[in-house]
């Protein structure tokens, strides 16, 4: 596991520091940024010094006893370059740097009876106290000077807050201790005493707090939510969020590309494509949404679910409009949308299953019925594109295969077969020519009349191929897959335009925004990246 030091004012890497193995736990610089402390994980359970300047190890040293438990956190005095701390399972030590003779120096703080497993440690201007927040659920005073315990507080055990401390903060003024729990909970503690004073609720639990001036602090929490708090009023203000699971699916409305939504493994959600904000949250308890559409006015937006159900909500209020229920067995997996077919304003929705059925729907105001089911695939169905006559559409499955359906009489018209789970499948914009992609890492173009394959293009060296989209003059199209790139090729050449390189796992789809100025690319971490395109 290695250790980088960035330029923060250049974004640049200044140095790469490679020791510990398998993770880092923690890290702590100096007040004077002359040495930083790592911690390593409970696979490698040791402590290294560094020095900053030469960028090499001063020394290093066990992180804990055999007889106590993993060492978790780590910080270092505010005044003092040769003194920091550590804590964890039952062990809460003070260190002591000697530079000339490139050592540390461990000493044990005495708790007496209290057992505790410290997740995190803050020490006050002075160096005096540090405080230690633990699993109970309680915070421990330690003086720094006697290294003996002091007290610990709430007072009272039926103030304990639930699933532990996990971040603390000392306000400005350091009358105060901030501590984020894991339930959610962030709450004030006036000292000496250490009783609660303010606290207020968040969602996730609460993983780091920082402190912007003396009066508002910033809590970022494990569901990808950052707050910003006024100590006066106590009232979390939602200032950034994004999601923290796997994206599945991506969409634009149709002619519109101030707004897009994206569907993950907790929720969907609509955002502003120019400020990044978020717009609008849609939430189906313990059910993750699949796949997701907008209809072609923009007046529903339509999802797949994997409790086998089609839902669709109303993409400003966020109320559910209607369901269809058993729309597959098991989970619904892809969802295409025609045109409007008469002046009611009827459509129609494929969709595709892990059963591997292609449906089709016709919805009406009041009702949506079963138009058809056509079952030719024998593995789960990932991807629909509908003609723009409406008359056809293609699907491509992980059995190998991908199929052209007459959405007039329900039966196939075509069939492609390749060595591959498809992935993705896409119209060339004239419709003579289909593209697709899998995991056979290639990019292969058929002839949508007979089936035939053109060419294939070897798109990705090692992985798979999960997102695909062509531009709407079908000059480039752009693929993103377990590889982590986003490539633009050129269509006619099937050569490589340009890379993007930001994500930092395995991207699950890429959309190009109807008016072809960005591409927004999502991946299996939650991450949503969004790329000038000209």
């Not at 059963?355 to 729907?361: I, T």
């Not at 060419?455 to 060296?461: G, K, M, Y």
Request: aromatic letters at 8%; glycine letters at 8%; a neutral charge.
């Amino acid at each position: 596991a290695d250790i980088i030091i960035w330029d923060f004012a250049t974004r640049s890497l200044v140095r790469r520091l490679t020791l510990h193995k398998v993770k880092v736990q923690a890290l702590a610089f100096s007040p004077t940024e002359k040495y930083l402390v790592s911690l390593g994980g409970q696979d490698d359970n040791s402590i290294i010094v560094w020095d900053l300047e030469k960028g090499a190890a001063l020394c290093g040293s066990p992180a804990s006893k055999d007889s106590s438990g993993v060492t978790l956190s780590l910080a270092y005095l505010n005044k003092d370059d040769n003194t920091f701390v550590t804590g964890g399972h039952s062990t809460l030590r003070v260190w002591e740097l000697n530079a000339v003779q490139r050592k540390i120096r461990a000493t044990d703080c005495q708790t007496g009876q209290i057992k505790r497993i410290v997740k995190c440690i803050t020490v006050d201007s002075n160096d005096e106290f540090m405080y230690c927040g633990t699993t109970t659920g309680d915070l421990m005073m330690v003086n720094l000077r006697t290294k003996l315990f002091k007290h610990s507080g709430p007072p009272k055990e039926k103030d304990l807050f639930s699933m532990g401390v996990l971040s603390i903060a000392l306000s400005p003024k350091n009358d105060m201790v901030i501590v984020g729990c894991g339930d959610g909970n962030i709450a004030a503690m006036k000292l000496p005493k250490l009783n609660i004073v303010k606290s207020a609720r968040v969602s996730g639990s609460v993983t780091s707090i920082s402190f912007d001036n003396a009066d508002h602090f910033y809590a970022g929490t494990a569901f990808s939510n950052i707050y910003y708090v006024g100590m006066n009023d106590f009232a979390p203000v939602l200032r950034s969020t994004c999601h923290y699971s796997s994206i599945n699916d991506i969409c634009f409305p149709p002619e519109s590309s101030e707004v897009f939504a994206t569907a993950s493994q907790t929720d969907i959600r609509i955002w502003n494509a120019i400020t990044s904000q978020e717009l609008l949250r849609i939430a189906v308890p313990n059910l993750e949404c699949n796949c997701i559409m907008f209809k072609k006015d923009g007046s529903s937006l339509i999802s797949g679910w994997n409790d086998g159900k089609i839902r669709a909500f109303g993409p400003q209020s966020g109320r559910l409009q209607y369901e269809i229920h058993d729309a597959h067995k098991r989970s619904v997996t892809a969802l295409a949308i025609s045109d409007p077919f008469n002046r009611r304003g009827d459509f129609k929705i494929v969709s595709g299953g892990e059963d591997g059925q292609v449906r089709v729907w016709r919805i009406t105001p009041q009702v949506q019925t079963l138009e058809d089911a056509m079952k030719e695939h024998k593995g789960t169905v990932t991807c629909i594109q509908i003609r723009k006559n409406n008359l056809e559409c293609v699907s491509s499955s992980s059995d190998g295969s991908c199929i052209v359906w007459d959405l007039t009489r329900y039966v196939r018209n075509q069939v492609l077969f390749a060595p591959s789970f498809f992935k993705a499948v896409s119209y060339y914009p004239d419709e003579s020519q289909l593209l697709t992609s899998g995991t056979d890492r290639k990019v292969a173009y058929w002839e949508a009349f007979d089936g035939s394959l053109i060419r294939e293009l070897d798109a990705s060296q090692s992985d798979t191929i999960n997102g695909l989209d062509i531009t709407s003059d079908g000059k480039f199209f752009v693929i993103g897959g377990s590889d982590k790139l986003v490539k633009v090729y050129r269509y006619e050449e099937g050569d490589v335009a340009f890379i993007g390189i930001g994500h930092s796992s395995d991207i699950t789809k890429v959309k190009i925004s109807p008016d072809q100025k960005h591409i927004i690319s999502v991946s299996a971490d939650g991450a949503i990246l969004r790329w000038n395109f000209h």
